[in-house]
């Protein structure tokens, strides 16, 4: 597929998705994101300059903003980034700004942030490690990346296999344009794989399981 084709097919499911993002998803994963919020803030510092990939709506974005200096927030979805701006003018944040920008090609120079935050976006992208090789390319040395994904692979009860095998048909009939099944270990070994070193894991939703993960790129 080439660029342009991903990039539209990407941006149109999360287009149709973003008006009603925030309340869809709080209903089932508040606690998740909170868990995401706490964890992050607590490997920031004030004087960082932070770049989050695929910020949707601007949740953790938005979330961590008092904890740093400054945050960088992109995401392929106009509409998602609309909503995301207004989200900060309501509060009043004015340390993050919102990008809509492909997370496969950033236009920022190597190792110029000390920390990259990628939450909920690995499974739902064209290839994953693109994503987490760009991160680890703006990553200054011994810099974190902040993440956490589905991992769709990990057993789950009857009723959610149920929704995963929509899911997978949705994906077949190009509804769901990009959908990858996990486990935790082989979310960890693409991690590794694309040259980050695992500091810490979680689970943080257990149906099915959203997995935290802490890396850091060598020094």
């Known amino acids: 597929m080439d660029t342009e084709t991903r990039q ?52 953790i974005a938005l979330g961590i903003a008092s904890s740093v200096e400054q945050v960088v927030a992109t995401d392929i979805s106009p509409e998602m980034i609309t909503v995301a701006q207004e989200k900060a003018a309501h509060l009043e944040i004015t340390n993050v700004t919102f990008h809509v920008q492909d997370g496969y090609a950033l236009p920022f120079d190597d190792a110029s942030f000390d920390t990259v935050l990628l939450f909920n976006a690995i499974h739902v992208v064209q290839q994953p490690d693109a994503l987490l090789r760009e991160a680890h390319r703006l990553l200054k040395p011994s810099g974190h990346l902040v993440s956490a994904t589905d991992c769709l692979g990990e057993p789950v009860p009857f009723p959610t296999r149920l929704m995963l095998g929509l899911q997978k048909l949705l994906k077949l009939l190009g509804v769901i344009p990009f959908m990858w099944y996990y486990t935790q270990e082989d979310l960890c070994r693409l991690f590794e794989q694309c040259g980050l070193e695992i500091v810490e894991t979680a689970v943080l939703h257990a149906n099915p399981v959203n997995a935290y993960v802490l890396a850091r790129k060598p020094a």
Do not use: F, H, P
Request: aromatic letters at 8%; hydrophobic letters at 40%; one cysteine or more.
């Open 8 to 59: 539209k097919k990407e941006s149109a499911v999360w287009n149709k998705l973003a008006a009603g993002y925030d309340e869809r998803t709080l209903k089932t994963y508040r606690r998740a994101y909170e868990l995401s919020i706490e964890k992050t803030a607590a490997v920031l510092a004030l004087d960082q300059r932070v770049l989050e990939i695929g910020c949707g709506t601007g949740i």
